[in-house]
């Protein structure tokens, strides 16, 4: 064609071959000069925006630059300054113990949707215990499974003596928690704070008070409102941890985004992991309002100044779970696989920068134990009382701790932070959370010397600890592991649960009943603001010290 086109344009007597000839050897030299330019101009960009980020960006719905990694349908991408997306999955699913707050919120934090009573272990009266050690594993490249058997066990067993309704006994047996060795792939706090532990510690009055209000955060779950559901005291807001031998710095939110610039922060557990994360959702939104891009699978927040993204997942066990009927257990019960990590969130574990995990809470709950494909315990279900139960809830906390660590710390994609925040005291004192107990009244923390130990509260604390040994042990790549020990330091704050304030009902029960019964209250959650708050400190502070510790120092 466009020989055709050249000699239909020739001049007449002209040889259309030698007319052609210059020509395409101009356009030749022109196509060879622009090819070349092109690949400059490609090259410089492909150095300042790989094409990795811009295929991310295509398909996560964020601009290349913003280096988010999560394979997830974009939900509502407008900002959400004064209410809370709707549409946002908030309530945690199959919950008859949590009822998360669901739809649109006002600037002060409040709507009027009913709250039910959560279910927690039994009575858990405070514990007094030597501070654990914080350990953190550097892992090496290896490769590995999680392996797991009913004889290792029994093996760990020991003379511990709980029964497979663990989570409802009224234990004060005094055992103290094991505060094991640090591995030896295991080391402890480093950078320039080395040696100072961040978890022994004591609590003190902070006059700067709290570093936002019920009314400047909206995304805050009405149920921990303690403030706008009416409670009249303020001062268990003002109460700071402070470590023995270092100082604990105020959280610093733009701190904390520069930190985590092009990065991801997920929390993935049940509601007290959401407990957290709303917190930390609140002290960010002091110096910049996200942007929701969730959707009803996980909730995710942009802050778009840092590309920084916070990220909540719910996993009740941290496990996989299922209601088909395995063996003897029939369809609907909630089966646990202990030595298989929840496939619904370890899909999007190499899209996260830092992890922070919670359970232990939801072992209380009605379910059946599987491990190896063999049905090996049950909680608050066990129809044969002539098959020997292998295995209780405690146990299985246990072995759930190691599988989903395990399954992090060997996973090929994964290179992050991992944070394990240990097992969060609840305060029902007198009775369970159904039988009478209660945390009304408490307006400061307990004093040292004060601490009643929880019997409960203390094994399902050794069994975490154990747990995260082990997995330490099993780590193959390149990611670590860090222990946020905050169990001890927490079961003083009795005062920072919302008690009977766990709704804005004017009608509400907040004092004891002629026959003496407390009213319906919340002895497990936190007010915010309130001791959660301090969560995140150690969290920001955490992520400070490992991230300046792999820095170059030559830079």
């Known amino acids: 064609m466009w020989k055709a086109m050249n000699l239909a344009s020739s001049p007449k007597g002209t040889n259309p071959a030698m ?44 601009d290349s630059s913003r280096q988010v990694d999560l394979l997830l349908l974009e939900g509502n991408q407008s900002s959400i300054d004064l209410h809370h997306d709707s549409n946002l999955d908030v309530v945690d699913e199959d919950s008859s113990l949590v009822l998360d707050f669901k739809g649109p919120i006002s600037l002060g934090g409040v709507n009027n949707n009913s709250v039910n009573v959560i279910d927690s272990q039994s ?36 003379s511990e003596e709980n029964s497979s309704d663990a989570a409802s006994a009224d234990s004060k047996s005094g055992a103290k928690s ?41 995304v805050l779950t009405q149920m921990q409102n303690c403030q706008g559901n009416g409670r009249p005291d303020k001062e268990y807001e003002n109460w700071r941890w402070k470590p023995s ?45 996200p942007k929701n891009r969730g959707n009803k699978k996980m909730q ?57 995990l919670s359970s232990g809470h939801w072992f209380a709950k009605q379910s059946v134990y599987v491990l190896n494909n063999e049905i090996v315990g049950g909680q608050l279900w066990w129809p044969d009382r002539s098959r020997p139960m292998k295995i209780n809830n ?20 994964f290179t992050g932070l991992t944070i394990l925040r240990t097992y969060s005291p609840d305060h029902y004192e007198g009775g369970a959370w159904n039988t009478g ?61 919302p008690g009977p304030y766990r709704s804005p009902d004017p009608n509400k029960l907040t004092k004891r009943r002629p026959d003496g019964k407390p009213p319906p209250q919340d002895c497990l959650h936190w007010c915010m603001p309130g001791p959660v708050d301090t969560w995140n400190e150690l969290v920001l502070e955490i992520i400070r010290r490992d991230f300046e510790a792999n820095q170059d120092p030559s830079i």
């Open 245 to 289: 031998q270092c100082d604990l710095p105020r959280f610093d939110a733009k701190k904390f985004l520069e930190l985590m610039r092009g990065k991801t922060i997920a929390f993935i557990g049940d509601s007290v992991a959401r407990n957290q994360m709303e917190s930390m959702l609140c002290l960010l939104w002091q110096v910049e309002a």
């Open 19 to 62: 007319a052609a000839f210059p020509r395409s050897l101009s356009s030749m030299a022109a196509s060879v000069g622009g090819l070349a330019l092109f690949l400059v101009i490609a090259s410089l960009l492909l150095v300042s925006y790989p094409i990795g980020s811009t295929v991310r960006g295509y398909f996560y719905g964020i």
């Open 394 to 413: 405690v146990e299985a906390f246990g072995i759930s701790v190691e599988t989903i660590l395990t399954s992090i710390a060997t996973h090929p994609n």
């Open 300 to 356: 995710r927040y942009f802050f778009r100044s840092t590309s920084t993204m916070v990220v909540r997942i719910w996993s009740s066990w941290l496990v996989h779970q299922t209601s088909e009927s395995i063996d003897f257990a029939p369809k609907g019960v909630v089966k646990l696989h202990l030595d298989a990590p929840d496939e619904h969130f370890m899909e999007f574990i190499p899209n996260f920068d830092v992890i922070v």
């Open 437 to 497: 107990g209660s945390c009304t009244g408490k307006e400061k923390p307990l004093s040292p010397g004060e601490l009643v130990e929880n019997g409960f509260t203390e094994i399902m604390h050794k069994k975490q600890i154990t747990g995260f040994d082990r997995a330490i042990n099993k780590a193959t790549n390149k990611s670590k592991l860090k222990l946020m020990d905050i169990t001890e330091s927490f079961g003083y704050r009795h005062d920072g649960h």
């Open 178 to 218: 094991d505060k094991s060795a640090v591995p030896s792939n295991a080391s402890k706090t480093g950078s320039d704070d080395s040696g100072c532990d961040l978890y022994q510690g004591s609590w003190l009055y902070d006059s700067l008070g709290p570093l936002y209000t019920n009314n400047t955060c909206p």
């Open 123 to 158: 009575e858990f009266n405070l514990q007094e215990s030597t501070t654990g050690t914080r350990k953190e594993g550097q892992i090496n490249p290896k490769g590995g499974s999680v392996t797991l058997s009913v004889k290792e066990i029994d093996a760990d067993k020991g």
